[in-house]
């Protein structure tokens, strides 16, 4: 289990272009290390006619991040932070935000 940015996660970019632009976290790529973040890093993308896009044209979407250039918004303290783990148990471990010490999940 991987204790870093989920889905769903509020994330905010740390460094590059889009540096400190905030959004909830659409998709995440283990294999790739990236995060998928609503309406950060929007690239176009010409699509020539398909059956999903009759006409063609140009489409936005959100871009792939490093992860490294992202941090995780703590939902509790709302600031952003870096995340340790908490074990419950042998098997079980939380996220904890570094800055104010609460479970994150
Ligand atoms: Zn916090």
Do not use: W
């Not at 460094?15 to 632009?21: D, I, L, M, N, P």
């Not at 998928?36 to 006409?55: A, C, D, F, W």
């Not at 870096?82 to 042998?90: E, G």
Request: charged share 35%.
């Amino acid at each position: 289990m991987s204790l870093g940015i989920k889905k769903g996660d509020t994330a905010i970019v740390i460094t590059g272009k889009e540096k400190g632009k905030k959004g909830r976290v659409i998709s995440v790529i283990p294999s790739k290390e990236r995060v998928l973040i609503e309406g950060v890093n929007i690239i176009k993308k010409h699509m020539k006619p398909s059956r999903k896009y009759t006409q063609g044209g140009i489409i936005e979407k959100e871009g792939p991040i490093h992860k490294s250039n992202v941090m995780l918004v703590c939902p509790k303290c709302n600031k952003p932070t870096r995340i340790s783990a908490k074990f419950l148990s042998d098997e079980e471990k939380v996220r904890v935000c570094k800055k104010c010490k609460e479970v994150i999940d």
